[in-house]
C-alpha cells in the first residue's frame, strides 16, 4: 500500500441536484486492496457518492481521482474508467433476456473485443467462483435472488475491474439469501480486491472493513476502523444511528 498514492481520491466533492445538496465537502481516499464500508441513513447520499465515483453522476465542484484518471478531465474515456471500476446493484439490473453465460461475455466480448471461446472461458472460471457453474445456461428468471445476485457480481468481475463497488447488494434479498452473496464479497475482500460497499451488514462491516464511513445529510460525519466506530463511536449522530439499527 502506498498512502502517497490512492487508487480512490475524492476531495471536497459538493454535489447538487437542482438546488438540492446530495454531496458536502466531501473528501476520501481508499488506497489499493482497502476495503470501506460506507453506512448512514437513507438518503444521506451513499448511492450519490458511489455513483460518482464510477461516473454514473457528475459532481459539481471538487474533484475525483480514480487509478491516476482525473474524472473531471475531458480529454479522459469515460469507458475506459468504468472498465475499471465494477458496480454491483441492489436490484441485480441482469439482462434477462440473455443466460446467464451470454449475461458474463456481452461486455468483455463487445467492449473489450474479447475473442468469444476467451470470454466464456473465464466466464465459466467465475460462474465457479460464485457457486453457479451449472446455471450458466439459465436465465434470470429462473434464478433465486441470490443466485442473480451472484451473477451480477460475476458479471462486474467479468471485466476485470481494479474497483467493485457495491450498494447494499443484499437489501433486495430474502434473509435466507443474505449469506450466500456476503459469502463472495468475503472471498473477493480476502483476495485483495479494492471495494467501496454500501451495507447494513453491520457483520460484515466489522469483518471485513479497513475502515467505516458514516455518511449523514450528504457529508462524512465519521471515519474510522470498525472496532472504534462501532465500540466507540465519536459523534452523536453516530451514536443515535447506531443505537437505531444494532
Ligand atoms: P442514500 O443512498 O444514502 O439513500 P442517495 O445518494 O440515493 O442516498 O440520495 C441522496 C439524496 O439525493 C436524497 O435526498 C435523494 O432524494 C437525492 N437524489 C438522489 N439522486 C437524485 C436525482 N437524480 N435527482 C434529484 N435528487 C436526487
Ligand atoms: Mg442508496
Same mark, same amino acid.
Request: aromatic share 6%; hydrophobic share 45%.
Given at each position: 500500500?502506498?498512502?502517497?498514492?490512492?487508487?480512490?481520491?475524492?476531495?471536497?466533492?459538493? #454535489?447538487?441536484?437542482? +438546488?438540492? &445538496?446530495? %454531496?458536502?465537502?466531501?473528501?476520501?481516499?481508499?488506497?489499493?486492496?482497502?476495503?470501506?464500508?460506507?453506512?448512514?441513513?437513507?438518503?444521506?447520499?451513499?448511492? +450519490?457518492?458511489?455513483?460518482?465515483?464510477?461516473?454514473?453522476?457528475?459532481?459539481?465542484?471538487?474533484?475525483?481521482?480514480?487509478?491516476?484518471?482525473?474524472?473531471?478531465?475531458? &480529454?479522459?474515456?469515460?469507458?475506459?474508467?468504468? /472498465?475499471?471500476?465494477?458496480?454491483?446493484? &441492489?436490484?441485480?439490473?441482469?439482462?434477462?433476456?440473455?443466460?446467464?453465460?451470454?449475461?458474463?461475455? %456481452?461486455?468483455?466480448? #463487445?467492449?473489450?473485443?474479447?475473442?468469444?471461446?476467451?470470454?466464456?472461458?473465464?466466464? *465459466?472460471?467465475?460462474?465457479?467462483?460464485?457457486?453457479?457453474?451449472? #446455471?450458466?445456461?439459465?436465465?434470470?428468471? &429462473? %434464478?433465486?435472488?441470490?443466485?442473480?445476485?451472484?451473477?451480477?457480481?460475476?458479471?462486474?468481475?467479468?471485466?476485470?475491474?481494479?474497483?467493485?463497488?457495491?450498494? /447494499?447488494?443484499?437489501?433486495?434479498?430474502?434473509?435466507?439469501? !443474505?449469506?450466500?452473496?456476503?459469502?463472495? *464479497?468475503? +472471498? %473477493?475482500?480476502? /483476495?485483495? =480486491?479494492? *471495494?467501496?460497499?454500501?451495507?447494513?451488514? =453491520?457483520?460484515?462491516?466489522?469483518?471485513?472493513?479497513?475502515?467505516?464511513?458514516?455518511?449523514?445529510?450528504?457529508? !462524512?460525519?465519521?471515519?474510522?476502523?470498525?472496532?472504534?466506530?462501532?465500540?466507540?463511536?465519536?459523534?452523536?449522530?453516530?451514536?443515535?444511528?447506531? /443505537?437505531?439499527?444494532?
Amino acid at each position: 500500500m502506498n498512502a502517497a498514492n490512492p487508487i480512490i481520491s475524492i476531495r471536497n466533492v459538493n #454535489k447538487f441536484f437542482g +438546488t438540492f &445538496q446530495a %454531496l458536502a465537502d466531501v473528501s476520501l481516499t481508499v488506497e489499493t486492496g482497502q476495503k470501506v464500508v460506507v453506512l448512514g441513513p437513507s438518503g444521506s447520499g451513499k448511492s +450519490t457518492l458511489l455513483r460518482t465515483i464510477n461516473q454514473l453522476e457528475e459532481i459539481s465542484s471538487g474533484s475525483i481521482v480514480v487509478d491516476g484518471r482525473d474524472l473531471c478531465d475531458p &480529454q479522459n474515456d469515460i469507458n475506459r474508467i468504468r /472498465e475499471e471500476v465494477g458496480m454491483v446493484f &441492489q436490484s441485480f439490473n441482469l439482462f434477462r433476456h440473455k443466460t446467464v453465460l451470454d449475461n458474463l461475455t %456481452l461486455a468483455p466480448i #463487445k467492449l473489450k473485443k474479447e475473442p468469444k471461446p476467451q470470454a466464456e472461458k473465464r466466464a *465459466m472460471e467465475l460462474l465457479d467462483k460464485v457457486g453457479l457453474v451449472d #446455471k450458466a445456461a439459465s436465465y434470470p428468471v &429462473q %434464478l433465486s435472488g441470490g443466485q442473480q445476485q451472484r451473477v451480477a457480481i460475476a458479471r462486474a468481475l467479468a471485466m476485470n475491474p481494479k474497483i467493485m463497488l457495491f450498494d /447494499e447488494p443484499t437489501s433486495a434479498l430474502d434473509p435466507e439469501m !443474505i449469506g450466500e452473496v456476503l459469502e463472495v *464479497m468475503v +472471498t %473477493l475482500a480476502r /483476495e485483495g =480486491m479494492t *471495494m467501496v460497499v454500501v451495507t447494513h451488514e =453491520m457483520g460484515f462491516a466489522r469483518e471485513v472493513a479497513d475502515k467505516v464511513v458514516f455518511m449523514d445529510e450528504g457529508r !462524512i460525519i465519521e471515519i474510522a476502523a470498525p472496532d472504534h466506530f462501532f465500540d466507540a463511536p465519536e459523534n452523536d449522530r453516530t451514536k443515535k444511528f447506531l /443505537e437505531q439499527i444494532l
